[in-house]
Structure formats: C-alpha cells, structure tokens
C-alpha cells in the first residue's frame, strides 16, 4: 500500500471515553503532521513531528495526545473529548520539516463527540 | 503574519465553463504557493504549486500563475468537467516555517 493511511475512517465517541487514531505513511518521509479540519475553519495545525521527535504543538488542549514512536506512524489520543472536538482529523506527511516539500494527506478520520 | 485569502464559495458552475478561483495572499518575501484540492470523503492532494514570481504551475487542466505584483495565485480552468466537483485550498509557505498557512477552502460544484 502507498501514500498515508489514517484509521479509523469513522469514529463516535462520548466524552467520556478514549480512542486513538492511527496514521501510516509508506512515503520514507521524515515529518509527519495531524491537521483539524472543522467547516467553515482553515485547516487548523496541531503538531508536527520530525524524526520522531515533535517539533510544534499549537496551543492544543492536552485531552489530544500525539505519539510517534517511528517515523512511519503517528498517532493521536483522545480522552474526554468535547463536542466541539467533532471534525476530520488529517494526518500528513512530507520529505523534511521546514522545507517547501509537499505534503501527502491522508483521507481522514471523520470524528464526532457526543 | 502570513495569511491566504479565497474567494466564499460555492462556485457553481456548468460542464465545460471557464473556472476562475481567486487567492491572494500577505506574506513577507517570496514564498512558495500551492493549490490543494480535496475531493468528497478523501484527505487534500496537491494539484499545482508555484515557488517563484512569475512561475506558472498546472496540472490536470488547472494553471495558476504566480503574480507578485499583485501578491495572488488565481486558479483557472478553462473547461470544467463534473469530476472537478471538489473543494479547492490555497496555500503559501514561507522559508523558516514548517508548514503551509491554508486559505478556507473554495467548494467548485460542476453540474452536466
């Protein structure tokens, strides 16, 4: 399989519970990114990893928990979650950090809280 | 700071019109610019991308000119097909930084 590959596509949580998201890329890439995409937002950057290591956390609340135990997989976890937290959570990645390289998105983790 | 600017959509337009997508953007010095395009149920691809004044990218029919002068990145198609039906981003990205800064995103609706 190629490209990034962001499991599961779907995903009903209450706010109570955690979940965890899942992010492959087969790219070689060495940075990796989760994205919140909510309607009628710009895509929102929440961190970014390279070389395993994270490099940007924007001013996310810690109830989102990334882990990148490799540079092929990125994770993020979710415990207690708020309603306003529903939104499709993209994982990306690209060759470098901090160069213009493209970056590869995954399809997305489609969230609702409940 | 850096910031990207699209025109509201939808853009409703009929199989085989001309497509004009607007993007202008602030940003100090020369950055690179991109055009992503997100189809129903998928995560965002790159469609073309510019990372000098004057370059022109395209791909797939889609051309988009880097205008300094004008700091802008319109896109345009000269003839739409239903399959373009998708949602259109603009994006820059500046050296130093890590990642792109994404306009909101542009709905292009095609109908036969």
């Known amino acids: 399989e190629t490209g990034v590959t962001q499991t599961p596509r779907h995903l009903v949580m209450g706010m109570t519970n955690k979940k965890s998201l899942k992010c492959e890329q087969h790219l070689g890439h060495n940075a990796m990114y989760w994205y919140k995409q909510s309607a009628k937002k710009p895509l929102e950057l929440m961190f970014v990893y390279s070389l395993e290591e994270r490099v940007e956390n924007n001013s996310v609340p810690s109830r989102f928990s990334p882990e990148c135990p490799n540079s092929s997989h990125l994770f993020l976890h979710l415990h207690t979650l708020q309603p306003e937290d529903s939104a499709l959570y993209l994982c990306?990645?690209?060759?470098?950090?901090?160069?213009?390289?493209?970056?590869?998105f995954g399809p997305g983790t489609r969230l609702t809280v409940l | 700071g850096n910031s990207v600017t699209q025109m509201e959509g939808p853009v409703t337009l009929s199989e085989e019109a001309f497509l004009t997508i607007n993007c202008t953007y602030t940003a100090t010095g020369y950055p690179s610019l991109f055009w992503y395009v997100q189809y129903p149920g998928e995560g965002l691809q790159l469609l073309l991308k510019?990372?000098?004044?004057?370059d022109k990218g395209s791909n797939k029919g889609f051309e988009a000119t880097y205008r300094k002068e004008t700091t802008s990145f319109h896109l345009e198609k000269g003839s739409v097909q239903v399959s373009d039906s998708a949602v259109y981003f603009c994006a820059l990205h500046k050296s130093g930084y890590s990642t792109l800064t994404f306009g909101k995103g542009t709905m292009l609706l095609v109908s036969p």
């Open positions: 990306a990645s690209s060759r470098t950090y901090r160069g213009a390289d493209t970056q590869y």
């Open positions: 510019a990372t000098k004044a004057d």
